[in-house]
């Protein structure tokens, strides 16, 4: 199958990650895939991976709000580029106003499908406009509030994808990443220093009973002046801003005991998943995630903690050993990154059948 994507690609967020992991499982399956792909875009935080071959990176975005709009659009792709489906992801995010300008040509030759991310309705009037033959969302939350805009019969629930099950040995990778045997290493990363600065004091409680290092690796882009003036204050912080592709971040995670994610729920949106734990779940390394609405429909795969005593309890536990890795293969088993790609090709089959019936 000939599939086109538009979306985000080799870029620090949530819908670049999701078209990152079923993108790269389709031709690992034997499709053939066309990404269409941002020069720049605010969302579009560095990572340094290399593009592949098939992808194609045809306009810039500048701004995004109110709505986004393109700064430059080339549309010769999307026109002579050969698909039979069509994918967009984050249409909130994509320079919509283009896009609807070739749409009826994409059409023509494809049966298309919305990828939606939007954590509520988005308020930009022309994401409205599409015509899409299929629109995919991840869970309940978000078909509630489609359905009062889109036709129920056109919405498929398919999960986010995780990425497959790639443990590594925790003595080579502290020993390629020059990290002692004898630490124990709790690692976080992200954009978010501010999540990073809230769990330090409970961690200095940690820091007296283990010898302990916190890595964090922020990206570039973040506001890390907050996070240098902590590292003055708690010597176990290990501070490290860089961006980081994915084989590396494996790295990271072998070498780690912990993943901790301190994220508050989000107020603005009810429809949130955290693509980071879908992203580093199949590393292997526990994961330890503030109860929030981001990771309300994951089970025993990780670990949630409520306040901060609770958190100090259970990096104890972890620290013990207390973690049971077979619930994250059992996990992956039904939301590995090729099991989803599976089901977006049955789906993709099943709408170009009912466009070749109606053209009788």
Same mark, same amino acid.
């Given at each position: 199958m #000939?599939?086109?994507?538009?979306?985000l690609w080799?870029?620090a967020?949530?819908?670049s990650i999701?078209a990152?992991?079923?993108?790269?499982?389709?031709?690992?399956?034997?499709?053939?895939?066309?990404?269409?792909s941002?020069?720049?875009?605010p969302?579009?935080r560095?990572t340094?991976q290399?593009?592949?071959?098939?992808?194609?990176?045809?306009? =810039?975005?500048?701004?995004?709000i109110p709505?986004?709009?393109?700064?430059?659009?080339?549309?010769?792709?999307?026109?002579n &580029?050969? *698909?039979?489906?069509?994918?967009?992801?984050?249409?909130?995010?994509?320079?919509?106003?283009?896009l609807l &300008?070739?749409f009826?040509?994409?059409?023509?030759k494809a049966?298309?499908v919305?990828v939606?991310?939007?954590?509520?309705?988005?308020?930009?009037?022309?994401?409205y406009?599409?015509?899409?033959?299929?629109i995919?969302?991840?869970?309940?939350?978000y078909?509630?509030y489609l359905?009062?805009?889109?036709?129920?019969?056109?919405?498929?629930m398919?999960? *986010?994808p995780?990425?497959?099950l790639?443990l590594g040995?925790?003595?080579e990778?502290?020993?390629?990443?020059?990290?002692?045997l004898?630490e124990?290493i709790?690692? =976080?990363?992200?954009?978010?220093?501010?999540?990073v600065?809230a769990?330090?004091?409970?961690l200095?409680?940690?820091?007296?009973?283990y010898?302990?290092? *916190?890595v964090v690796?922020?990206n570039?882009?973040?506001?890390?002046?907050e996070?240098?003036?902590?590292?003055k204050?708690?010597?176990?912080?290990?501070?490290r801003?860089?961006p980081?592709?994915?084989n590396?971040l *494996?790295?990271y995670?072998?070498? =780690?005991?912990?993943?901790?994610?301190?994220?508050?729920?989000?107020?603005?949106?009810?429809?949130?998943?955290?693509s980071?734990?879908?992203?580093v779940?199949?590393?292997g390394?526990?994961?330890?995630?503030?109860?929030?609405n981001?990771?309300?429909?994951?089970g025993?795969?990780?670990?949630?903690?409520?306040?901060f005593?609770?958190?100090?309890? #259970?990096?104890?536990?972890?620290?013990q050993?207390?973690?049971?890795?077979?619930?994250?293969?059992?996990?992956?088993?039904?939301?590995?990154a &090729?099991?989803?790609?599976?089901?977006f090709?049955?789906?993709?089959e099943?709408?170009?059948?009912?466009?070749?019936?109606?053209?009788?």
């Amino acid at each position: 199958m #000939k599939i086109g994507m538009m979306c985000l690609w080799n870029a620090a967020n949530g819908p670049s990650i999701h078209a990152e992991l079923v993108g790269r499982a389709w031709v690992k399956l034997g499709h053939q895939l066309r990404v269409f792909s941002a020069k720049k875009h605010p969302d579009a935080r560095p990572t340094f991976q290399k593009d592949e071959d098939f992808v194609i990176r045809h306009f =810039s975005v500048d701004e995004i709000i109110p709505f986004t709009r393109a700064a430059s659009f080339d549309p010769s792709p999307l026109l002579n &580029e050969e *698909y039979d489906v069509f994918v967009a992801q984050n249409v909130e995010r994509s320079p919509a106003e283009r896009l609807l &300008e070739v749409f009826p040509h994409v059409k023509e030759k494809a049966v298309t499908v919305q990828v939606v991310h939007e954590g509520k309705a988005p308020e930009d009037p022309l994401y409205y406009k599409f015509d899409w033959d299929g629109i995919v969302c991840f869970d309940q939350r978000y078909k509630d509030y489609l359905v009062k805009s889109f036709p129920a019969e056109r919405i498929h629930m398919i999960p *986010y994808p995780c990425h497959p099950l790639e443990l590594g040995d925790k003595g080579e990778a502290r020993k390629k990443l020059s990290f002692p045997l004898e630490e124990k290493i709790v690692f =976080s990363f992200g954009f978010r220093p501010q999540d990073v600065v809230a769990v330090l004091p409970a961690l200095k409680d940690v820091a007296g009973e283990y010898p302990l290092r *916190y890595v964090v690796i922020a990206n570039p882009e973040s506001e890390v002046g907050e996070l240098r003036e902590a590292g003055k204050k708690y010597d176990f912080i290990d501070l490290r801003i860089k961006p980081i592709p994915l084989n590396e971040l *494996y790295t990271y995670l072998h070498a =780690s005991d912990i993943l901790l994610t301190h994220r508050e729920s989000s107020q603005k949106y009810k429809a949130v998943v955290s693509s980071s734990v879908c992203q580093v779940l199949g590393s292997g390394c526990p994961i330890l995630f503030h109860e929030s609405n981001f990771v309300e429909l994951h089970g025993d795969e990780i670990v949630k903690y409520g306040d901060f005593e609770d958190m100090k309890a #259970k990096i104890i536990d972890l620290f013990q050993g207390k973690f049971n890795l077979g619930t994250v293969g059992a996990f992956l088993e039904d939301r590995g990154a &090729e099991r989803i790609a599976e089901r977006f090709v049955c789906l993709f089959e099943e709408l170009m059948k009912t466009r070749r019936r109606s053209q009788g």
